[in-house]
């Protein structure tokens, strides 16, 4: 059984900085791409940050040129470097996995989140 394990998420003032990890263990079939997204209380879920398999990246314009995603994705492992963080920042952060949809139908991983705190 596939499952991810989150890491990293804490209690933080403006302008400091956080990285989130999250790794996949079990049987895993070929990786198509990975995303961090983040949900507040009253809030849909976003999408933040993600990598294809290529090694392209996009980013939510509120998190340009402050967050970074990046992974290995023979270890099945994904990363979110958080700098100069902001109150609006705060929320649940969740990491997704999704494979390849050929010979199967495309299947999505998720982790069980962790907490962001950023408050002065």
């Known amino acids: 059984q596939v499952r991810l394990v989150e890491s990293g998420g804490g209690l933080v003032q403006p302008g400091e900085s956080l990285r989130l990890s999250c790794v996949a263990s079990?049987?895993?079939?070929?990786?198509?791409?990975m995303a961090w997204y983040r949900q507040a209380p009253g809030n849909q879920r976003e999408l933040v940050a993600h990598i294809t398999t290529s090694g392209n990246k996009t980013y939510a314009d509120s998190v340009k040129g402050r967050f970074t995603i990046s992974r290995d994705i023979a270890r099945y492992t994904v990363w979110l470097q958080m700098n100069n963080l902001k109150p609006e920042d705060t929320g649940v952060y969740y990491c997704k996995i999704t494979t390849d949809p050929w010979p199967n139908p495309a299947q999505e991983y998720w982790g069980q989140g962790t907490q962001v705190t950023v408050s002065s």
């Open positions: 079990g049987s895993l079939v070929s990786i198509n791409s």
